[in-house]
């Protein structure tokens, strides 16, 4: 009967693993069905180009048709551009280049703007989005609200983007008619046969107004503002903005004539904006 202590000490420390065990599988049972949140995904891009080397020399040669005529020294300055000062190029990055002649100045810059969302439940296209309708909101074009709901989802919710602006003839973009009389609203195309009372050649002046644009990005508007101060000639930018997921794309493009009484060509300026709008949207598809 010696052995008996030995046994009763066995069986309760089996009996003690068999509590703990159960104990454990209770503490488990307790986590299922409880709420989870998913990590909205990161946004496409990473990395931002190199902006001095995004525009290739040959459209500089065409926006900046003044470098033609300087030394060819000078022409290598005015083509290399001067890089934006920043502090985060993962996050923004631009260059600027300029190119005087006898009869006008142009300028050309353009930005780079990789958004980050430090929500867990909020995607970096969404917060791109919204930074992208202020934006839009602030060149004096309606954006669309934000689609309830989907902010806090956690599911990499669909990006807020302006899908139902007025254009400037204040048709809707969507559908091309003014939501009342159901005719319909002018083109983001010019038509080559008017001519805009502005003085712009194959174009109307309703065509030329700021308004939203298609089919470049995920969401793009153009912005055409013409100053003038004073006794100086008159001033023309031209701005195009696009978002591509979670990167925003700006292209201002300026030009100033050295006579008082010219006044820039507002379509020319708008085609080259849009166009290398258009080249800086693929080389980021790439």
Known sequence: MAYVPGVALLAALVVGCSASSGGDADDADSKVGSPTITAAPPGKYRTLPEPCRAVPRSTLKDL??????????????????????????????????????????????????????????????????EVYTKKQSAAGLSAASIPSGEKTT????????????????????????????????????????????????????????????????????????????????????????????NVIVTVQYAEQPTLVTKVPDSKELQEKARALARQLAETLSE
């Open 64 to 129: 900046l048709p003044g470098a033609a005529e300087l030394p060819e020294d000078q022409q290598e300055k005015v083509y290399e551009g001067a890089a934006a000062v920043t502090y985060d190029t993962d996050r923004k990055v631009g260059c600027r280049w300029k190119a005087d002649s006898p009869d006008m100045s142009r300028n050309l810059v353009i930005d780079f703007e990789r958004v980050v969302s430090y929500d867990p439940a909020v995607s970096d296209d969404y917060r791109a989005g």
């Open 154 to 245: 956690g599911q990499g919710s669909t990006p807020a983007t302006p899908s139902a602006g007025k254009n400037a003839g204040g048709t809707d973009s969507a559908d091309g008619t003014d939501g009342t009389s159901g005719t319909a609203g002018p083109t983001d195309a010019a038509d080559p046969t008017d001519t805009a009372s502005t003085g712009t050649p194959g174009a109307t002046a309703v065509d030329l107004e700021p308004r939203i644009l298609d089919n470049l990005g995920d969401a793009a508007f153009l912005d055409d503002v013409l100053t003038r101060a004073g006794s100086t000639a008159q001033h023309r930018t031209v701005s195009v903005v696009f978002r591509t997921s």
